[in-house]
């Protein structure tokens, strides 16, 4: 069957991921909370442990990856992000940006097929990312359907630092959305299973093993601690969300990633080296005037990285991040041919940079605000002084007034004291 397959994408993607996610492996998704802050987060399961972490400027003039003359999207990116991915930049799997908000995606074991759509699977997630600071935001405007023939079938966790949470799901019809602004959606939990599945689980839960890896399983034991959870605990909530996850990994679990949306941080470790490494978004420089950066999930630094990324090549050809794609393909056995894996380092060098378009309403509503604080501040300044210019001159006045209206009465009694001396002086 898969002789018969011509469309590229279908299989440089496609067969990756039924040989390393949608067979065995187990992805989940959660979100947790405390009085003060919030954390969204995910297991990554695969054979290969490999990926990249791209810092992801704004200002870049983009467009979808499509390789055919079917509909492509055009944009410019507003906000920087910092996405974990496999194939390469602008096919992420997670990510937050520069906003807070954080999109995961889910295998979905189901049977959506739609296709013959103007983006990807995985890059609906960079559009967002780049697109949106708030999912009030995204769902003011009409959701967009991503092709499922690129990439297996999906779907998707958004959450912000609002702590709004919404679960979108696609299938040929229509378009699902699970939401907390309507109540919708009572456990911040995905797992392969469609969401509403999940749901109606929780009505009765069973009592899963420890060992149970299923995707309903895993959906009622995050569930379950979620609803254990004390939200006014002083413990620390991202290492309480870690240990969440490790009770949803799986024999395959190779990441486990933590976005904390409230301060812009990502935590994550892995399999090999499961020391906890943090990224401060705003620590980036998210300008496309700079190279393109990115690292190596599979590092072994421990703390803060931000400063570890390197500087993406000018050129695609034999570049580390090229290297590392090419790695990644030969240990899938070489399901690519050199021009296909050409195509995907190669396709976002036609970005172009132009940050003289990235100011957002909200960045000019906050220039605008600052602006006016100022003029008001100067404008403020400048009638304290002329009032207490006035307040000077009118206290000078009353004084010399006062001063000059006791001159005759010194006057008088001086001619009095000089009469008086005058006349003792007579015989």
């Not at 967002?128 to 959701?143: C, G, N, R, V």
């Not at 990439?151 to 019809?173: K, Q």
């Not at 700079?290 to 050129?315: C, H, M």
Request: net charge neutral.
């Amino acid at each position: 069957m898969m002789k018969k397959l011509k469309n590229f994408w279908f299989v440089l993607v496609c067969i990756p991921f039924v040989m390393t996610s949608s067979t065995a492996y187990a992805d989940t998704a959660i979100h947790l909370q405390n009085a003060t802050d919030m954390v969204t987060g995910f297991t990554f399961d695969s054979s290969l442990e490999k990926g990249l972490i791209y810092c992801n400027p704004k200002g870049l003039q983009k467009q979808s990856m499509t390789f055919d003359a079917n509909l492509s999207m055009e944009w410019i990116s507003r906000y920087g992000s910092i996405t974990f991915n496999q194939w390469g930049q602008d096919l992420p799997y997670a990510g937050m940006n520069e906003k807070g908000l954080c999109i995961i995606r889910i295998p979905e074991v189901s049977s959506v097929s739609i296709s013959d759509f103007s983006i990807s699977s995985l890059q609906w997630i960079q559009y967002h990312l780049d697109q949106y600071a708030t999912i009030d935001e995204i769902l003011k405007q009409p959701f967009i359907k991503p092709s499922f023939s690129h990439f297996e079938p999906m779907h998707y966790m958004l959450s912000d630092p609002s702590n709004t949470i919404i679960i979108v799901e696609f299938n040929d019809h229509e378009t699902k959305i699970h939401s907390t602004l309507n109540n919708t959606l009572p456990w911040p939990v995905l797992t392969e299973i469609p969401y509403a599945d999940g749901v109606v689980t929780m009505e009765n839960p069973p009592s899963p093993s420890k060992e149970s890896k299923t995707p309903t399983d895993r959906f009622v034991k995050m569930a379950l601690q979620l609803s254990e959870w004390d939200r006014d605990s002083q413990n620390s909530l991202y290492l309480r969300a870690f240990d969440m996850l490790l009770n949803a990994a799986s024999g395959e679990t190779k990441w486990n990633v933590l976005f904390h949306l409230n301060e812009r941080n990502v935590y994550f470790r892995t399999f090999s080296h499961d020391r906890i490494k943090i990224i401060s978004l705003s620590a980036v420089d998210f300008s496309c005037e700079e190279p393109i950066r990115y690292w190596s999930v599979e590092t072994q630094e421990v703390g803060n990285i931000s400063d570890l990324f390197r500087n993406k090549s000018a050129k695609p050809d034999a570049s580390w991040e090229s290297i590392h794609l090419f790695s990644f393909n030969s240990m899938l056995e070489n399901q690519f041919s050199l021009p296909d894996m050409q195509k995907i380092t190669q396709f976002p060098y036609a970005y172009e940079c132009s940050m003289d378009t990235v100011a957002t309403d909200g960045d000019r509503l906050q220039s605008y605000a600052l602006w006016w604080i100022a003029i008001t501040a100067i404008l403020a300044a400048f009638l304290f002084i002329v009032k207490g210019i006035k307040n000077y001159q009118k206290s000078t006045k009353n004084k010399q007034k006062i001063e000059g209206s006791q001159q005759p009465k010194k006057l008088y009694k001086n001619y009095k004291k000089s009469s008086k001396k005058k006349q003792k002086g007579k015989p």
